[in-house]
């Protein structure tokens, strides 16, 4: 067997490992919610900050527009900032060559948001010739 044979079947056996780790991250990214309470309001969201869940309490109901309007975009922002931290814990613990292939990571985070995530297939290639 040759080098450059030895060396297709490593990254053979490396790309289906990333591959296998990346399926991971994404499901373990998939389950990330972000929550928040405050005063009978609840919201949940996603990564992207969609909210998924949303809960009033009636009471909350019978407030002013402006106090639920506030409460609601206050509980938004603080889910949305769990949810960044939660899923920059899970980013950090990552198998660094997972790392290197997620757009904007390190300082993707602005106002504890996560921006453009999406994990690509990174290889680098050893110069050989």
């Known amino acids: 067997m040759t080098y450059l044979q030895e060396w297709e079947q490593k990254l053979e056996r490396d790309l289906d490992e990333i591959r296998s780790i990346t399926a991971k991250l994404n499901t373990a990214m998939a389950a990330i919610r972000g929550r928040s309470d405050a005063h009978g309001v609840t919201i949940e969201v996603n990564t992207a900050g969609d909210i998924t869940s949303l809960q009033i ?19 938004h922002r603080r889910a ?6 939660k899923t920059e ?3 950090r613990s ?4 997972l790392r290197a292939g997620i757009h ?3 300082g993707e985070f602005q106002r504890g948001f996560l921006v453009n995530f999406s994990v690509v297939g990174v290889v680098r290639v050893p110069n050989c010739w």
């Open 80 to 85: 949305r900032t769990d949810a960044a931290t």
């Open 57 to 75: 309490a009636p009471g909350a109901m019978r407030w002013p527009s402006t106090q639920l309007t506030n409460t609601l975009l206050d509980c």
């Open 94 to 97: 990552a198998d660094p060559r």
């Open 89 to 91: 814990k899970l980013l």
């Open 104 to 106: 904007g990571f390190p």
